[in-house]
């Protein structure tokens, strides 16, 4: 029987990375890919709300690189590595608010509390990276209960 970090490594093992004719690289899940798998990352798109997303991809494996380093098994460790996490530069948050449609609903509130608009774009990303870490972490807890059911 696997546990969360053995699942989180699997996961993390079942990306793949290309590279478009306009030479950006971009992350996809392996079509052989478990089903609990595409679940995640289903769920990580608002549950089929949002299309296929290169910024979503490239968020998931950048949250797995750091979840990698922590036991997952011990619940203080799941709310650590959040903030471990890079912040983005300035491009990068530009980039993920032209690329990503909806980054406004993680923006939209933090613009009346903030009066640098870099400063918002920074913590409506932190809310998304945070959002999509719980919907992770949650699905991988998720997988290890069904395991231990069996």
């Known amino acids: ?31 052989d890919a478990p ?32 979840l990698i380093n922590y036991d997952l098994r011990e619940e203080d460790n799941i709310c650590e590595f959040i903030y471990e996490i890079s912040p983005p530069t300035h491009y990068e948050l530009k980039t ?13 509130e933090e613009y009346e509390c903030h009066t640098n608009i870099m400063d918002a774009l920074q913590c409506g990303h932190f809310k998304w990276i945070e959002s999509l870490s719980w919907t992770i972490i949650n699905g991988l807890q998720e997988r290890e209960g069904a395991l231990t059911a069996l």
Do not use: Q
């Open 35 to 66: 089903e609990w798998m595409t679940d995640i990352v289903y769920k990580c798109h608002d549950s089929g709300e949002i299309l296929p997303n290169d910024e979503i991809y490239s968020a998931i494996m950048d949250i797995l690189d750091h």
């Open 96 to 108: 993920w608010l032209l690329e990503f449609n909806d980054a406004d609903t993680y923006t939209d």
């Open 1 to 31: 029987m696997k546990n969360i970090n053995e699942l989180l490594e699997e996961f993390s093992l079942a990306f793949g990375k290309k590279t478009r004719t306009n030479g950006k690289e971009f992350w996809f899940l392996k079509d």
